[in-house]
T-cell receptor, first 113, second 114 residues
């Protein structure tokens, strides 16, 4: 059974720091992995999708890497800004599945000026 | 593009009331829609999967008679929480899937049962 764990659960940093958020999953046979952002009381915004054949994806200041063999992904945020404050979730499809997602509990990020 | 509209965004009602939540894909047709529930400071948990024109499939532990899902068209799915009680208070989020990744999520509905 697929399980997703995110570390740390919460993070508070000053503006400008480079950050690393971690995600681990128990079943390495995944089709893809996604990182989402969730603002308080809001839905999800997809940030990056990494296919199983890929090692990383980049979008602006965000870079996500995937190591299937070790069951890990990291989200790197460069030069953090107060507007980056949100909860970041990673998700993978269920074991043997493709479209049903299992989410981690998220990392709550606060970037202060 | 790929906008999913969820309505209402917030609802407060008395215990015993039934509440309907709509999920619409505005500019695309969704093969499948998913319904998730999120309790405070917890992650999203998949409740059910609905495909247009067929019965929804529910995840283990989700009462299908409590959470009625109708997927009448390729752009609309509804979740009805029947005879809602305070323990049903939660944040409900839908997503729509075209058969190609990624899923597109709605903004969620905050349900508060008094």
């Amino acid at each position: 059974k697929q399980e997703v764990t995110q570390i740390p659960a919460a993070l508070s940093v000053p503006e400008g720091e480079n950050l690393v958020l971690n995600c681990s999953f128990t079943d390495s046979a995944i089709y893809n992995l996604q990182w989402f952002r969730q603002d308080p009381g809001k839905g999800l915004t997809s940030l990056l999708l990494i296919q199983s054949s890929q090692r990383e994806q980049t979008s602006g200041r965000l870079n996500a890497s995937l190591d299937k063999s070790s069951g890990r992904s990291t989200l790197y945020i460069a030069a953090s800004q107060p507007g980056d404050s949100a909860t970041y979730l990673c998700a993978v499809p269920i074991s043997g599945g493709y479209n049903k997602l299992i989410f981690g509990a998220g990392t709550r990020l606060a970037v202060h000026p | 593009g790929a906008v999913v509209s969820q309505h209402p965004s917030w609802v407060i009602c008395k215990s015993g009331t039934s509440v309907k939540i709509e999920c619409r894909s505005l500019d695309f047709q969704a093969t499948t829609m998913f319904w998730y529930r999120q309790f405070p400071k917890q992650s999203l948990m998949l409740m059910a999967t609905s495909n247009e024109g067929s019965k929804a499939t529910y995840e283990q532990g989700v009462e299908k008679d409590k959470f009625l899902i109708n997927h009448a068209s390729l752009t609309l799915s509804t979740l009805t929480v029947t005879s809602a009680h305070p323990e049903d208070s939660s944040f409900y989020i839908c997503s729509a899937w075209t058969g190609d990744q990624p899923q597109h999520f709605g903004d969620g509905t905050r349900l508060s049962i008094l």
